[in-house]
């Protein structure tokens, strides 16, 4: 079964950090760039950052840069989400997703896999005092 399983998510204080963790299976995740979505309450979806299958390369929202950081450990089938100091405002339901991680730092040019569209359930991530 080809899924995406997001993890990691909670509440933490502002100013925290919080992993998310993205496990893939039941395909070669390596051969696929994985996006990170963010979905907060009332809010419309948005790109967060994506990490190419091929080379590692990463993009970032601009307003995430400093913050937040992709990784992958291609062994493990895992795609990560380190998120530092944390804001209320980044309170949202955090997903990940094959993607096509379009021009290099230019997050608004993401888009889904066109040939493997996987989504993972979603994982909440609450910043409040």
């Known amino acids: 079964q080809v899924q995406l399983v997001e993890s990691g998510g909670g509440l933490v204080q502002p100013g925290g950090s919080l992993r998310l963790s993205c496990a893939a299976s039941?395909?070669?995740?390596?051969?696929?760039?994985i996006g990170w979505f963010r979905q907060a309450p009332g809010k419309e979806r948005e790109g967060v950052s994506c990490?190419?299958?091929?080379?590692?390369?990463?993009t970032y929202a601009d307003s995430l840069k400093g913050r937040f950081t992709i990784s992958r450990d291609n062994a493990k089938n895992t795609v990560y989400l380190q998120m530092n100091s944390l804001k209320p405002e980044d309170t949202a339901v955090y997903y990940c997703a094959t993607a096509d991680c379009g021009l290099a730092d230019d997050l608004a040019t993401m888009s889904i896999d066109r040939y493997l569209e996987v989504w993972g359930q979603g994982t909440l991530v609450t910043v409040s005092s």
């Open positions: 990490i190419s299958g091929s080379d590692g390369s990463t």
């Open positions: 039941g395909f070669a995740s390596d051969n696929y760039a």
